[in-house]
């Protein structure tokens, strides 16, 4: 089941984000992420959150049109955002999408990134921002990322460690090297034939490929 999950970072490039969704299967909103997908056409299965966000009009529009809706303390010790990944992940969610989850509060886009190795290894993740596409890679991980005009590809670690990096296809590869914490090796790179393979052995690597 593919899930798109909506926060309320700031979005914009509309066509190209509603290109790289497709027609998920879920749509979870948290709180002021509501706006997003709404911009796009879709029908959100659930609206979660404490509502700080979304504003009277929108609250109003939910309701009327009968969505689902999930009302959460202001108080908590959860972001709306992981509230919504926990609910994607009960729902059955195989793969998820994150927009508007970055972009925003430099607080909350940080946090919103280092939630993503506390998904089970069993759900493929993917962040969509305005101007980049994130892909989380685990522990044995591999993916291939097309070229794209005027594109890089950064690669950063999202433990402390990741050792085995593999990037092939790119204009400086890598052979099983290590990205470690408080280095910038691994950013901005750029892919040189028709895609880049990216592999790692152990740890999280976040694979970025970004816009100007």
């Not at 709404?38 to 049109?65: K, N, Q, W």
């Not at 993917?126 to 594109?151: E, M, N």
Request: glycine share 12%.
């Amino acid at each position: 089941m593919n899930a798109v999950i909506f926060g309320a970072g700031a979005v914009a490039e509309w066509g190209r984000i509603r290109a790289l969704l497709g027609t998920p299967d879920l749509v979870i909103c948290a709180d002021g992420g509501v706006r997003h997908a709404l911009a796009l056409g879709l029908t959100p299965d659930l609206v979660l959150g404490d509502f700080d966000s979304a504003g009277p009009a929108v609250v109003a529009e939910i309701a009327a049109r009968g969505i689902p809706v999930h009302k959460v303390p202001t108080e908590k010790d959860e972001t709306d955002a992981e509230l919504a990944i926990q609910e994607a992940l009960k729902l059955g969610a195989t793969a998820i999408t994150l927009v508007g989850v970055t972009g925003g509060r430099l607080d909350h886009t940080v946090a919103n990134l280092l939630l993503l190795p506390g998904i089970p290894g069993k759900v493929e993740v993917r962040v969509l921002d305005t101007s980049a596409v994130l892909w989380l890679l685990r522990p044995g991980g591999r993916i291939t990322v097309p070229a794209q005009p005027g594109a890089y590809l950064s690669l950063l670690p999202l433990s402390p460690e990741v050792r085995g990096v593999v990037a092939e296809g790119v204009q400086w590869p890598l052979a099983g090297e290590t990205l470690r914490w408080g280095q910038t090796r691994g950013v901005s790179n750029r892919i040189s034939a028709d895609e880049a393979f990216i592999a790692v052995r152990d740890g999280y690597l976040l694979v970025i490929q970004a816009w100007e």
